[in-house]
C-alpha cells in the first residue's frame, strides 16, 4: 500500500507552492510580509519571535507586537527580504504596520491593503503547516502524538485567518479545509494502519485486492478504487492486519481520502493541460 498520508501531504505542499506565489507591486510589500510570516510561524529559525504575538487575529495585539517587536522584525527581513523591499518598509515601517493592523470602515471592500497583508499572513500560515505536514508523513505517529496536535491547531489557527480576511479565495478555504481534515485523520487507527501496512508489507496473498491495497501502485486511479469499488476488501485487510479499531469510521474516512485523491488527480490533470 502507497503512504496515503504523504500522497495527500505532497499535493497540499505542491498546491500551495503553485497557487500561493507571492504577489507585490510598486509601493506593496506583501512579498516580503509573506516571508516574514513565514519565517516568523516557525520560531525555530528566529529566537526572538517568541517574545511577539505578530499572528494574533486581535489587531490590537498584532499592532502591539509589530510595534515592541519592531527589532525583532527588522531582523528577520533584513536577512530574508530582497534590498528594495527591505529600504522601502524600513522607510515606511509605520505606516504599513498602520495599514495591516487597522480594519477599513467600510468591510465589503475586499481589494484594500489591510486585507491584502492579511492574506499575505494566512498564506503563510497555510504554506508552514503544508510543509509540517509533509514531514509528518514520513513518520509513523501513535495516536495523540503531541507533533500531530500541535499541527491540528496550527491548521485550525489558518482556518480561522481565512474565515478572517475577506479576500481569500474560496479556493484556498477549501484547501485549508481539505488540508486540516486529512491532518485530523492522521490522528486516527485508520490512518496508522495504512502507515503499518506501507512500511510492514505483510503477507495478503489470501485478499482479492492486493493489486490495489497490497502494492506500491502510485497510480491515484488505483488508490481511489482502494476505497470505493474495493472498499469491502481494503476494509477486511485493514481489520485483518491492525484490528476492529483501524476500521471504525472507516466510509468517513474512506470519503474523506477519495475526495482529497479525486482532487489530486484533477489538479494534476490541469498541470499538464497548462
Known sequence: MTNL???????????????????????????????????????????CVKEF???SNNMTTQKSAFTAGKSCFFQIVKEQCSTPDYTLISS??????QEFTTPPKDDSNCSDTYYMYNQA??????????????KI??????????????????????????????????????????????IEMKNSPFMACQFKIHKERPDLSKYTCTDSIGSENENISVQIEAFTTKKDCTKSIMEGICGKSAVENFDQYAQISVKNLNK?????MQLRVQ
Not at 496550527?154 to 481569500?168: D, E, I, L, P, R
Open 5 to 47: 498520508f504523504r500522497n495527500l501531504a505532497i499535493f497540499f505542499t505542491f498546491f500551495n507552492f503553485v497557487f500561493s506565489a507571492p504577489f507585490s507591486a510598486k509601493g506593496d510589500v506583501s512579498t516580503c510580509l509573506k516571508i516574514f510570516y513565514i519565517a516568523a510561524y516557525d520560531d525555530d529559525n528566529f529566537e
Open 53 to 55: 504575538d505578530f499572528f
Open 92 to 97: 515606511n515601517y509605520d505606516t504599513f504596520v
Open 121 to 134: 499572513k494566512c498564506e503563510a500560515m497555510m504554506s508552514d503547516v503544508a510543509q509540517k505536514t509533509l
Open 137 to 182: 508523513s514520513k513518520v509513523d505517529t501513535k495516536i495523540n502524538d503531541t507533533r500531530i496536535l500541535k499541527l491540528v491547531e496550527q491548521c485550525k489557527n489558518v482556518q480561522t485567518c481565512m474565515n478572517s480576511t475577506c479576500n481569500a479565495p474560496d479556493l484556498d478555504r477549501r484547501m485549508a479545509d481539505d488540508m486540516c481534515e486529512a
Open 264 to 268: 489530486m488527480a484533477s489538479f494534476m
